[in-house]
C-alpha cells in the first residue's frame, strides 16, 4: 500500500482597504479562514484604493504584479476578502490564470466540511446553491450551448437556464425540508416549555472557547479545537445550577464579521432557535485584540432576530490571558477562563439569579369558590401546609411560576412571594 500526502494549496490572499477601520484585522481572519480550510498561505497583497475598479476589482497595473507573482511562485490559489462579482472574479482568472474565490466561498467550503448532521448539510448546501444562483449569468459562452441529441432539436433550451431551472427547483426542495425541521425544533420547544426547562444558549464569535466551556459544565465531548468553526452542528445537555435547578446548555456555531448573507438565510432556522433560548452567553475571547468588535458583532445580529438585550450575558473568556478587561463589555460581564477553570462558578450562580423562577413558595388564602384552583396547586405544586378557616383555605405552597399570576389576588395580607428557585425551597 502506498500512501500519497496530499500537497496544501499555496495561497496568496487579497484585500482592498477602503479605508474602513478594521481592515488589517479583516485579513487575518481570512488568513486564519484559508488554514482552516488547509491552504498554505504564502503572501497577503493589500491594495488602497477609494473605490473598487469596476473591471477587475483591484486595478489593472496591481493586476498585473499579481499575475507575475502568481507564475513566479507557483500559486493555485488566489483568495480575495471581499464578496467578487461574477465579472471580477473571470476577469482576475483570465489574467492571472489561478483559481479565484472570495471569502464567502471559502466560508461555504469549511462549513461543507464541518457539517456533520443532515440539517447542517442541508442548510450549508441551500447557501452554496443561493451563491451559485447569483453567479451563472458570469460563466460566459461555455453556458449558452444547446442541447443535443435525440428529443432535444428545436428550439432547445440553453444550458445557462437549465443549470438554473435545477438550481431554484433544488433550493425549493430544501428550504422544504427546512421547514421540516423548524417545525420539529419548535414542537420541541414547546415541549420544553411546558415542562419548565429553561434553556441557555451559547452563542458568540468564532474561536472564542464556547465548545470548551460547553464541555467544562456539561462533561461532554464536542470537538474543541483551535480553528475557525470547529463547531457547526448545535448541541444541547443538561446542566445542574448551585440552586439544584437543572437547565438546558445549547452549543451554537460561531459567528463571525461580514458572515455571508446566504449563510445567516441558510442558518435561520438554527440561530433563531439559540435567540429564543431563555438566556444567551454571548462569549468572547478576552485576549484578542478584536474583543471589542467580536462581542458587537454577536449583539448585532442577536439584535436583527429579535432577541431582548436585557437576556444576553456578556461572558470574557480567557481572562487569564487578557492583559486589561476593565470596560470591555460593560459592568455586566463575567470574567471566566473556561481551559484553566477560572469563574465557571461565578458563571454558574449568574445563569441561575439571571433565569426567570420556574416556581414560588407562597401563602395563599383561597376562598372555598376557588376549589378547582385549590386542586391544580395540589396537583402541579407541592403544598407544605394548609389551615381551614371561615374565609376559606389557609395555604402554604410552592407553586408553577405559570400558575402563579392565577393567584396573586389571593396572596395573604402581610406576605409576599418567595421564588423558590432562588430560596432553595422546592
Same mark, same amino acid.
Given at each position: 500500500?502506498?500512501?500519497?500526502?496530499?500537497?496544501?494549496?499555496?495561497?496568496?490572499?487579497?484585500?482592498?482597504?477602503?479605508?474602513? /477601520?478594521?481592515?488589517?484585522?479583516?485579513?487575518?481572519?481570512?488568513?486564519? &479562514?484559508?488554514?482552516?480550510?488547509?491552504?498554505?498561505?504564502?503572501?497577503?497583497?493589500?491594495?488602497?484604493?477609494?473605490?473598487?475598479?469596476?473591471?477587475?476589482?483591484?486595478?489593472?497595473?496591481?493586476?498585473?504584479?499579481?499575475?507575475?507573482?502568481?507564475?513566479?511562485?507557483?500559486?493555485?490559489?488566489?483568495?480575495?476578502?471581499?464578496?467578487? /462579482?461574477?465579472?471580477?472574479?473571470?476577469?482576475?482568472?483570465?489574467?492571472?490564470?489561478?483559481?479565484?474565490?472570495?471569502?464567502?466561498?471559502? @466560508?461555504?467550503?469549511?462549513?461543507?466540511?464541518?457539517?456533520?448532521?443532515?440539517?447542517?448539510?442541508?442548510?450549508?448546501?441551500?447557501?452554496?446553491?443561493?451563491?451559485?444562483?447569483?453567479?451563472?449569468?458570469?460563466?460566459?459562452?461555455?453556458?449558452?450551448?444547446?442541447?443535443?441529441?435525440?428529443?432535444?432539436?428545436?428550439?432547445?433550451?440553453?444550458?445557462?437556464?437549465?443549470?438554473?431551472?435545477?438550481?431554484?427547483?433544488?433550493?425549493?426542495?430544501?428550504?422544504?425540508?427546512?421547514?421540516?425541521?423548524?417545525?420539529?425544533?419548535?414542537?420541541?420547544?414547546?415541549?420544553?416549555?411546558?415542562?419548565?426547562?429553561?434553556?441557555?444558549?451559547?452563542?458568540?464569535?468564532?474561536?472564542?472557547?464556547?465548545?470548551? &466551556?460547553?464541555?467544562?459544565?456539561?462533561?461532554?465531548?464536542?470537538?474543541?479545537?483551535?480553528? &475557525?468553526?470547529?463547531?457547526?452542528?448545535?448541541?444541547?445537555?443538561?446542566? /445542574?445550577?448551585?440552586?439544584?435547578?437543572?437547565?438546558?446548555?445549547?452549543?451554537?456555531?460561531?459567528?463571525?464579521?461580514?458572515?455571508?448573507?446566504?449563510?445567516?438565510?441558510?442558518?435561520?432556522?438554527?440561530?433563531?432557535?439559540?435567540?429564543?433560548?431563555?438566556?444567551?452567553?454571548?462569549?468572547?475571547?478576552?485576549?484578542?485584540?478584536?474583543?471589542?468588535?467580536?462581542?458587537?458583532?454577536?449583539?448585532?445580529?442577536?439584535?436583527?432576530?429579535?432577541?431582548?438585550?436585557?437576556?444576553?450575558?456578556?461572558?470574557?473568556?480567557?481572562?487569564?490571558?487578557?492583559?486589561?478587561?476593565?470596560?470591555?463589555?460593560?459592568?455586566?460581564?463575567?470574567?471566566?477562563?473556561?481551559?484553566?477553570?477560572?469563574?465557571?462558578?461565578?458563571?454558574?450562580?449568574?445563569?441561575?439569579?439571571?433565569?426567570?423562577?420556574?416556581?414560588?413558595?407562597?401563602?395563599?388564602?383561597?376562598?372555598?369558590?376557588?376549589?378547582?384552583?385549590?386542586?391544580? @396547586?395540589?396537583?402541579?405544586?407541592?403544598?407544605?401546609?394548609?389551615?381551614?378557616?371561615?374565609?376559606?383555605?389557609?395555604?402554604?405552597?410552592?407553586?408553577?411560576?405559570?400558575?402563579?399570576?392565577? &393567584?396573586?389576588?389571593?396572596?395573604?395580607?402581610?406576605?409576599?412571594?418567595?421564588?423558590?428557585?432562588?430560596?432553595?425551597?422546592?
Amino acid at each position: 500500500m502506498e500512501l500519497h500526502q496530499v500537497e496544501k494549496e499555496r495561497a496568496v490572499l487579497v484585500s482592498v482597504d477602503l479605508g474602513e /477601520s478594521g481592515a488589517e484585522a479583516s485579513l487575518a481572519e481570512l488568513e486564519e &479562514l484559508a488554514k482552516t480550510a488547509g491552504a498554505e498561505v504564502i503572501a497577503a497583497v493589500t491594495q488602497k484604493r477609494k473605490s473598487y475598479d469596476p473591471v477587475t476589482c483591484i486595478g489593472g497595473g496591481r493586476l498585473l504584479e499579481l499575475a507575475d507573482f502568481c507564475q513566479s511562485s507557483r500559486v493555485d490559489l488566489i483568495i480575495f476578502d471581499c464578496e467578487l /462579482s461574477p465579472v471580477w472574479q473571470r476577469n482576475i482568472e483570465d489574467r492571472t490564470g489561478v483559481r479565484t474565490i472570495d471569502r464567502t466561498l471559502l @466560508i461555504l467550503d469549511i462549513f461543507a466540511a464541518h457539517a456533520k448532521t443532515r440539517e447542517g448539510i442541508l442548510q450549508v448546501e441551500l447557501a452554496q446553491y443561493q451563491y451559485a444562483l447569483t453567479r451563472l449569468a458570469g460563466k460566459g459562452g461555455e453556458l449558452s450551448r444547446l442541447g443535443g441529441g435525440i428529443g432535444t432539436r428545436g428550439p432547445g433550451e440553453s444550458k445557462l437556464e437549465t443549470d438554473r431551472r435545477h438550481i431554484r427547483r433544488r433550493i425549493i426542495t430544501i428550504r422544504q425540508q427546512l421547514e421540516t425541521v423548524k417545525r420539529s425544533r419548535e414542537s420541541l420547544r414547546r415541549r420544553r416549555a411546558k415542562n419548565r426547562l429553561a434553556t441557555v444558549a451559547i452563542v458568540g464569535y468564532t474561536n472564542a472557547g464556547k465548545s470548551t &466551556l460547553f464541555n467544562v459544565l456539561t462533561g461532554a465531548d464536542v470537538l474543541a479545537q483551535d480553528k &475557525l468553526f470547529a463547531t457547526l452542528d448545535p448541541t444541547s445537555r443538561g446542566v /445542574s445550577l448551585p440552586n439544584g435547578r437543572t437547565v438546558l446548555l445549547i452549543d451554537t456555531v460561531g459567528l463571525i464579521r461580514n458572515l455571508p448573507h446566504h449563510l445567516v438565510d441558510a442558518f435561520r432556522a438554527t440561530l433563531e432557535e439559540a435567540a429564543q433560548a431563555d438566556l444567551l452567553l454571548n462569549v468572547c475571547d478576552a485576549s484578542s485584540p478584536e474583543a471589542g468588535v467580536h462581542l458587537q458583532v454577536t449583539a448585532g445580529l442577536l439584535k436583527e432576530l429579535g432577541c431582548p438585550q436585557d437576556k444576553i450575558i456578556p461572558v470574557l473568556n480567557k481572562c487569564d490571558l487578557a492583559p486589561a478587561l476593565e470596560g470591555l463589555a460593560g459592568p455586566g460581564a463575567v470574567c471566566i477562563s473556561a481551559k484553566a477553570g477560572i469563574g465557571l462558578d461565578a458563571l454558574l450562580e449568574r445563569i441561575a439569579a439571571a433565569l426567570p423562577p420556574s416556581s414560588f413558595r407562597v401563602r395563599l388564602l383561597l376562598p372555598f369558590a376557588q376549589g378547582a384552583l385549590a386542586a391544580k @396547586i395540589r396537583t402541579s405544586g407541592v403544598v407544605h401546609s394548609q389551615t381551614f378557616t371561615a374565609e376559606g383555605v389557609l395555604m402554604e405552597a410552592t407553586v408553577d411560576a405559570a400558575v402563579y399570576p392565577k &393567584l396573586v389576588p389571593y396572596l395573604a395580607k402581610g406576605d409576599g412571594q418567595c421564588p423558590s428557585d432562588t430560596a432553595g425551597s422546592s
